[in-house]
């Protein structure tokens, strides 16, 4: 099973970011995706996840009415579209899956990951 994230970068704040992650290996209509993200000296954190059976989008507070997640089942995908980003975003972020439908908050709900974009927000 392989996630490959991408899209990371440098952008000003204000402005908008769409995230990528490729998954192969397993059909994403059948788990739960999440975003997470981890800034230099803390802890990796929840962002956003879409579940597979109830269809359900949750996000953090921090990026509620920011960011939006979404699924692209024909390319297997699954993209965090981040707008009005803060210098606060900076991090590296991961794509995760997960098989779980009712729990999906914490790293440990979790089974694969991908490799992580850094995404840096200047002010």
């Known amino acids: 099973v392989q996630l490959q994230a991408s899209g990371g970068g440098l952008v000003q704040a204000g402005e908008s970011l769409r995230l990528s992650c490729v998954v192969s290996?397993?059909?994403?209509?059948?788990?739960?995706m999440g975003w997470f993200r981890q800034a230099p000296g803390k802890e990796r954190e929840f962002v956003a996840t879409?579940?597979?059976?109830?269809?359900?989008?949750y996000y953090a507070d921090s990026v509620k009415g920011r960011f939006t997640i979404s699924r692209d089942t024909a390319k297997n995908a699954v993209y965090l579209q981040i707008d009005s980003a803060k210098p606060e975003d900076t991090a590296v972020y991961y794509c995760?899956?997960?098989?779980?439908?009712?729990?999906?908050?914490?790293?440990?709900?979790?089974?694969?990951w991908g490799q992580g974009t850094q995404v840096t927000v200047s002010s």
């Open positions: 995760a899956l997960g098989s779980r439908d009712t729990s999906y908050y914490s790293k440990n709900d979790y089974d694969y």
């Open positions: 290996g397993r059909d994403i209509n059948i788990y739960t």
């Open positions: 879409s579940t597979y059976r109830r269809k359900n989008k």
